[in-house]
T-cell receptor, first 111, second 112 residues
Framework: GEDVEQSLFLSVREGDSSVINCTYT??????LYWYKQEPGAGLQLLTY?????DMKQDQRLTVLLNKKDKHLSLRIADTQTGDSAIYFC???????????FGAGTRLAVHP | SQTIHQWPATLVQPVGSPLSLECTVE??????LYWYRQAAGRGLQLLFY??????ISSEVPQNLSASRPQDRQFILSSKKLLLSDSGFYLC???????????FGPGTRLTVL
């Protein structure tokens, strides 16, 4: 079946930029998403990108999409301690907006 | 504005007992509804989705079932829980034709 893969852990210093990477296998994915999960909570939609776009910027967040390589990244500028969380990449596949998720990247921000 | 509720927030159940988790959405009509499960340290797996009252599609074979008795209500059930049913269950909704999918706060189920 289709798959989404992410590295499991990233540690950055407060104030630096964080880059979280994701690869997916479904070449027919229409939209790709980034969600944030804080401990014990549900998922918060951060941003998404249409598969025909290369880049999307939203305040401190920049999403880059390389459709040829099926590679998605999320850059967080000026990372803060409040950004510490698990970040999930997801692709929309088939109809009805069904999402396939990666295993999540745990971002740790240290002083 | 739209909100999504799930209850209970946490649940501890013995093996072989029944299960009923409820999800309701407010502030929207005719949403698509979804149930996902997150096993410990893993990503989310889509279990069921629904595009209307009484319409349920199952994504993976399992010990669970889903029902949608009302437009904004989605229920996840089991007749007899297994240890492997433990996990974090998340309900989500999206508007018809919309791109965004929004998640509820989740229910943590522990089967002992």
């Amino acid at each position: 079946g289709e798959d989404v893969e992410q590295s499991l852990f990233l540690s950055v210093r407060e104030g630096d930029s964080s880059v979280i990477n994701c690869t997916y296998t479904d070449s027919s994915s229409t939209y790709l998403y980034w969600y944030k999960q804080e401990p014990g909570a549900g998922l918060q939609l951060l941003t998404y990108i249409f598969s025909n776009m290369d880049m999307k910027q939203d305040q401190r967040l920049t999403v880059l999409l390389n459709k040829k390589d099926k590679h998605l990244s999320l850059r967080i500028a000026d990372t803060q301690t409040g950004d510490s969380a698990i970040y999930f990449c997801a692709s929309a596949t088939g109809g009805y907006n069904k999402l396939i998720f990666g295993a999540g990247t745990r971002l740790a921000v240290h002083p | 504005s739209q909100t999504i509720h799930q209850w209970p927030a946490t649940l501890v159940q013995p093996v072989g007992s029944p299960l009923s988790l409820e999800c309701t959405v407010e502030g929207t009509s005719n949403p698509n509804l979804y149930w996902y499960r997150q096993a410990a340290g893993r990503g989310l797996q889509l279990l069921f989705y629904s595009v209307g009252i009484g319409q349920i599609s199952s994504e993976v074979p399992q010990n669970l079932s889903a029902s949608r008795p009302q437009d904004r209500q989605f229920i996840l059930s089991s007749k007899k829980l297994l240890l492997s049913d433990s996990g974090f269950y998340l309900c989500a909704w999206s508007g018809r034709g919309a791109v965004e999918q929004f998640f509820g706060p989740g229910t943590r189920l522990t089967v002992l």
